[in-house]
């Protein structure tokens, strides 16, 4: 995978997700840094990882650590939410059916001009205007899965 990709809050959980380790091992290979990877959040994503993994994971990571992976997750390209991608993301529940918190994710990732969106949120292999999505999780299955953004 080479180009922008805009990583969904739900892949970094599975990163550091202790409950789920096939997809915490597979999270870890797909966020491995290589020269051709160039991922994208959002300010959007980091307050919903920050949220879950100390909150809502059933092994949850301590406020330091969620704090140094905050830290780590700053050096990537970071899509500040405002008021065009809040309107755009409104738009785009009514133009593609799909919720508000997902439609900012489609914006934010639009935005920064990503052609691709990692995340298990929305069906593999749709499109919303030039995002694509893949689901890194697609052929693992897994018991007990939690939402993660």
């Avoid at 550091?16 to 290589?34: M, N, S, Y």
Wanted: aromatic share 8%; hydrophobic share 45%.
């Amino acid at each position: 995978m080479t180009g922008r990709v805009f990583v969904d809050t739900n892949v970094w959980v599975y990163a550091v997700d202790a409950g789920e380790q096939v997809k915490r091992a597979r999270a870890l290979d797909v966020l491995k840094p290589a020269p051709q990877k160039d991922y994208v959040v959002s300010t959007q994503v980091l307050g919903e990882f920050y949220t879950t993994v100390t909150g809502k994971l059933r092994q949850a990571v301590s406020l330091a650590q969620a704090q140094a992976l905050i830290n780590l997750m700053k050096g990537l390209s970071v899509v500040a939410i405002d008021l065009p991608l809040v309107e755009a993301a409104i738009e785009g529940v009514s133009r593609w059916g799909i919720s508000y918190w997902d439609a900012l994710i489609v914006a934010a990732a639009s935005s920064a001009g990503c052609g691709v969106l990692l995340t298990e949120d929305l069906s593999d292999g749709a499109t919303y205007g030039a995002i694509r999505v893949e689901n890194p999780f697609r052929d693992l299955t897994s018991v007990g899965t939690l939402s993660r953004g």
